[in-house]
């Protein structure tokens, strides 16, 4: 099991930078992939960026560049600094954990926390 609280949303005007925080209640390098997700009003969950325990990243096209995910073994955290925000950036964006535990996938999802970017 793992539960996940994500931090850091609010309101941000174009162009600014806002940084987003998930606290994993168990170590992150026993952790298969952690990822940063967002939904949209009336759209589709949608992939932002993850980060595999072994180092690797994927990020989605409409946010390379501008968005950087990382992790805190210390503190049992993974990051997403989001750089250069536009409108279309609005959504709530869920923190995502995927393990490996008795030989079966796991998946879990963090409550959300609200991004809106506008003037």
């Known amino acids: 099991q793992v539960q996940l609280v994500e931090s850091g949303g609010g309101l941000v005007q174009p162009g600014g930078s806002l940084r987003l925080s998930c606290a994993a209640s168990?170590?992150?390098?026993?952790?298969?992939?952690m990822g940063w997700y967002r939904q949209a009003p009336g759209k589709q969950r949608e992939l932002v960026a993850r980060l595999t325990s072994g180092g690797s990243t994927n990020y989605a096209d409409s946010v390379k560049g501008r968005f950087t995910v990382s992790r805190d073994n210390d503190k049992n955290t993974v990051n997403l600094q989001m750089n250069s925000l536009k409108p279309e950036d609005t959504a709530v964006y869920y923190c995502?954990?995927?393990?490996?535990?008795?030989?079966?996938?796991?998946?879990?999802w963090g409550q959300g926390t609200q991004v809106t970017v506008s003037s």
């Open positions: 168990r170590p992150i390098f026993s952790i298969n992939t």
């Open positions: 995502n954990a995927l393990t490996w535990d008795s030989a079966s996938w796991s998946n879990y």
